[in-house]
């Protein structure tokens, strides 16, 4: 099992920039691929952004890619996800979660922080 707890999110003006980070607990973090997710009220969560387990392989929905990426660091325990050129609509409660697999991209994602609020203001 793994912990993970979020941090970075607050309010920012449209084109702006964020950086999400999330430090997880144990020492087989590198097990793990990792992924962010998104969700806004009356909507399901979404996937944003995943890496494998050693940072190699990378993935993001079309809405984000191009302005968002996600990074890792095994040494440390954390997955960062940096955020370019907001806009209102990526306004949402961002979520990073955990996928105890090899296979890439995982089929589920197992852990799950408790999320961070970004707002992007218009």
């Known amino acids: 099992q793994v912990q993970l707890v979020e941090s970075g999110g607050g309010l920012v003006q449209a084109g702006g920039s964020l950086r999400l980070s999330c430090a997880a607990s144990?020492?087989?973090?590198?097990?793990?691929?990792m992924g962010w997710f998104r969700q806004v009220p009356g909507k399901e969560r979404e996937f944003v952004a995943g890496?494998?387990?050693?940072?190699?392989?990378?993935a993001y929905v079309d809405l984000v890619k191009g302005r968002f990426t996600a990074s890792r660091d095994n040494a440390k325990n954390t997955v960062d996800l940096q955020m370019n050129s907001l806009k209102p609509e990526d306004t949402a409660v961002y979520y990073c979660?955990?996928?105890?697999?090899?296979?890439?991209?995982?089929?589920?994602?197992?852990?799950w922080g408790q999320g961070t609020q970004v707002t992007v203001s218009s």
């Open positions: 979660a955990a996928a105890p697999t090899r296979e890439w991209p995982p089929r589920r994602y197992a852990y």
């Open positions: 144990g020492r087989t973090f590198s097990d793990y691929a």
């Open positions: 890496i494998s387990r050693r940072g190699g392989y990378t």
